[in-house]
């Protein structure tokens, strides 16, 4: 997550946005998420077809699917970056739901 200050005609305006810069390879890494965690813990990083291919190859269809994020007024956490109503284009989690045909 990211948030980006750019200057357009003398207002400054702030962008948040989430950036990639990995997706397809599979990749687990040691991060905190909350400033002063005693300790990081694992983040698994797998792409969306390899999510849902290990389902599909046993026989699950997708039958169901939902986005929700956080609504623009939503308050949130007191980080700049905290996942809140400034992310309200950018759903924190994706739901689906699957069915063995």
Known sequence: MMGEVEDRGGTLVTTYSVKTSRYLTSFTQ??????GQPVPH?????????????????????DGIEERAFPPEYGGGSLPISWNGRFSEIPPV?????VLR
């Open 30 to 35: 040691l991060g905190v998420a909350i400033p």
């Open 42 to 62: 694992p983040y698994f990083h797998r792409s969306l077809s390899t999510l849902l291919g290990a389902a599909f190859k046993a026989g699950f269809v997708l």
């Open 94 to 98: 994706l739901v689906a739901r699957l």
